[in-house]
């Protein structure tokens, strides 16, 4: 794991909650945040895999630094419990990491209604529920760092992908406006768009379009680019004052091909569309 030694002294001593914290890049960017001298609160849906990051962390940081915790982010009801048992046991809140999200897409005429509400529901409005759970708190404390995890494909927009962009690029601007409407209270607001790394994301891949399937699941397998990676980009960029990260060099260079050239950008979209209707 890439260390981050040079941020201890703006990390030390921070009370830091995960969402999806037990794998993939919320796990990584847990434990990242201990290393670096953070008191982490772990948060995911199952009581097994959130023990066992807890026991992971305890046994190089000891018990005070982290706490697990099992909560649904579609339950508001448990997200508000859970900011007051971080109040309780950690006395408050310096960085909320929205991570908790799952795969999706499909083809517009492929992509169903309910797997349009199923991805909205887990990646746009349960990272709604969790700023808004946490907002009032942060808010009385006049200071926090909202770091909401968004992907590549809020940026940039690849054919096949609908309902994954749309929610993503949603995820971008949710941010920016938290941004704009907090900044008076002493909270920033980060929104993390990296490209495809490797990590178990794919487990809750859904979708009737198998053939989007088969090609995010290449794409995910073929980097070179870990969660160690994305944990570590987001520290650096969250310490840069970035109010959009972006971690990784493939996403920069898509990222900046948009901009700077958008007929030559549209060229390779376009083109990935037509293989990927060729496929099926």
Known sequence: ?????????????KVVVVTGAASGMGRATAHLFADEGARVAVVDLGAERVLAVVDEIRAAHGSDVVEGYVVDVADL?????????????????????NNAGVAGGGRVDRCTLEE??????????GLVRGTKAFVPMLKEQRSGHLVNVASLAGLVHPGGMGSYNAVKAAVVAFTETC???????GIRASV????????????????????IGRVVAGLVERSRVTADDIAAAVLAGMDAGDDVI????AARQAYFLKWADRAAYDAVMRDQAAKLEAMS
Not at 77 to 97: C, I, K, M, S
Not at 246 to 249: F, G, L, Q, R
């Open 1 to 13: 794991m890439t260390r981050l030694s040079q941020l201890s002294r703006s990390v030390a001593s």
């Open 179 to 185: 941004g704009h409407e907090l900044a008076s209270y």
């Open 192 to 211: 993390v768009c990296p490209s495809y790394f490797r990590t178990n994301l794919m487990d809750s891949m859904q979708g009737s379009d198998e053939a």
């Open 246 to 249: 972006v971690p990784d060099e």
């Open 77 to 97: 009801a448990a997200l508000h419990r859970l900011v007051d048992d971080v109040v309780a046991r950690f006395g408050g809140l310096d960085v909320l990491v």
């Open 116 to 125: 349009w509400q199923w991805i909205t529901d887990i990646n746009l409005f």
